[in-house]
């Protein structure tokens, strides 16, 4: 077996094929492919209530017998992985928990645990207790107490090999750029089989969404937030939009309060194939080629040519169903990491309201209606403007002017009112849903909204719980 040897050096990335030592870098033409997750994230699919890990205890023979053949001709993998159970099963692919056999043989500085001046990682702020390292279980713990080093973790993420090897490549290259980014995912290394990559991650413990988000006070939820938007601000500091912000894409551990953004299998960097939209504009400019449009000039048309020959507007809508920003719904050209808002906006929706999921649309135009109900159809025409699209409707249940969030969530939740702590949750929402996303508010300012922002008393005092005697 090769010596110590860093597995995440900060050098281009590069995937380990076949053999250990033998290097090389995944270079091939892009085949193209469809980036629309079809399901929201309400679970059929998603595999996710299976990464408990209780779920250890209990392998499935159907899931066995898929490890020993993923095992058997994965050359090497047993070697340097024992597969413990499948823990996701995604639209690109299946992520299995395993044990690193060879752990003690690297140095990982990706590890917290390690002490590294360098590494970034901490907790987001929490109140409550001294935070643990994230990638033990309660196992660990008592294995340490009891024999020595405790196990280490780790998460095989097994993409399709269906995917095209620009889109994988893609996913390895940014979750590299985002390494040491506190609440990011980080990736350890990556294999290549043949046709097969597996990208290694740190393996992290975390809860059903659908087993808290209806018990969550708003404090507790002000924590998830805290750690999400923690993540958020790393990504798109580096100009990294994610584009599929979801609950099963944030691994968040409600013990311990802490959280993890993964998959970047539909992310961008921002700029990426744009092309001028009409938002990006001064409000001037916009407003005269608004009024000389012939939406604007002709009014509503009363019906629409059968063979439209003109060429459909093509925008990249890769997303979830529900989680979609309104840009994206209406085909916007130069998409940005405030797209990615939109969709925390959401999360934090189904918190408040303890509806889950919020919106279920079936299509796009669905998802549009959906919008335009809360909305009303006035912002939702501006909206459309601001993209050089437009927005009609005759559905009779859509109002003009819409409702106000507090409204929808306290209908919701079936209550006459909203506790003070809930109005500031509600607030920050507000920013979070600006239709127009220069508005919206940013990942950095929502770290400093009166909803997330940690004052100098409560970090002192976190200071004091996290410090270890
Ligand atoms: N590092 C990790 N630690 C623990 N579980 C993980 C980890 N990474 C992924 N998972 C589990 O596997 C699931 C699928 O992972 P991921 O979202 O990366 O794959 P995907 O194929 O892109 O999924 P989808 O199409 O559902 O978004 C996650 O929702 C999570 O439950
Ligand atoms: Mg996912």
């Known amino acids: 077996m090769a010596a110590v040897r860093p597995r995440n050096a900060r050098i281009p990335f590069e995937i380990h094929h076949d053999e250990l030592d033998a290097d090389e870098v995944i270079n091939e033409e892009d085949h193209g492919s469809d980036e629309s997750r079809g399901e929201t994230q309400d679970g059929d699919g998603d595999g996710d209530s299976e990464c408990s890990d209780e779920s250890d205890a209990h392998v499935d023979p159907s899931v066995q017998e898929d490890m020993d053949k993923f095992q058997n001709t994965f050359k090497g993998i047993k070697e340097r992985f024992r597969l413990i159970n499948r ?132 404090s507790q939820v002000r924590v998830y937030f805290r750690s999400l938007f923690t993540a958020l601000e790393a990504v798109h500091e580096r100009r990294i939009i994610h584009r599929d912000i979801k609950p099963t894409n944030f691994l968040y551990d409600s013990a311990k309060e802490r959280g993890v953004l993964v998959d970047f299998g539909l992310a961008e960097k921002e700029g990426t194939e744009c092309k001028p939209c009409l938002c990006q504009k001064d409000s001037e400019r916009r407003r005269a080629r608004i009024s000389n449009s012939v939406a604007a000039t002709m009014g509503p048309s009363n019906g629409y040519p059968k063979n439209d020959s003109r060429p459909s507007r093509r925008a990249n809508r890769a997303g979830t169903r529900g989680f979609r920003a309104p840009e994206v719904l209406f085909k916007c050209t130069n998409q940005t990491t405030k797209l990615d808002i939109w969709s925390a906006g959401v999360i934090l929706l189904t918190f408040l309201s303890r509806r889950f999921p919020f919106f279920n649309s079936a299509d796009d135009v669905e998802a549009m209606i959906e919008i335009a109900t809360i909305f009303g159809v006035q912002r939702m025409k501006s909206c459309a403007y601001l993209h050089g699209t437009v927005f009609e409707t005759n559905i009779p249940t859509i109002g003009k002017t819409g409702f106000t969030l507090e409204k929808i969530i306290m209908w919701s939740k079936a209550v006459n009112s909203l506790s003070g702590e809930e109005k500031l949750a509600v607030a920050f929402l507000e920013r979070c849903f600006e239709l127009d996303p220069n508005k919206r508010i940013s990942a950095k300012e929502a770290l400093e909204h009166d909803f997330l922002r940690v004052d100098d008393e409560e970090e002192d005092e976190m200071e004091i719980i996290n410090t270890p005697e």
């Open 87 to 218: 823990i996701g099963e995604g639209t690109f692919s299946t992520v299995y928990k395993a044990e690193d056999l060879l752990y003690d043989h690297f140095e990982n500085d990706w590890d917290p645990d390690k002490e590294n001046p360098n590494l970034n990682w901490c907790s987001p702020p929490v109140k409550r207790r001294k935070t643990n390292h994230p990638y033990e279980d309660e196992d660990d713990h008592r294995q340490r107490r009891q024999e020595g080093p405790p196990k280490k973790y780790v998460a095989i993420k097994k993409i399709y090999a269906t995917s095209s090897p620009m889109r994988i490549l893609n996913e390895l290259e940014l979750l590299h750029d985002l390494q040491n980014c506190n609440s990011v995912c980080p990736l350890i290394t990556a294999f290549r089989n043949t046709d097969q990559v597996i990208a290694i991650l740190p393996y992290f413990r975390h809860t059903d969404f659908r087993d808290y988000f209806r018990e969550f006070t708003t």
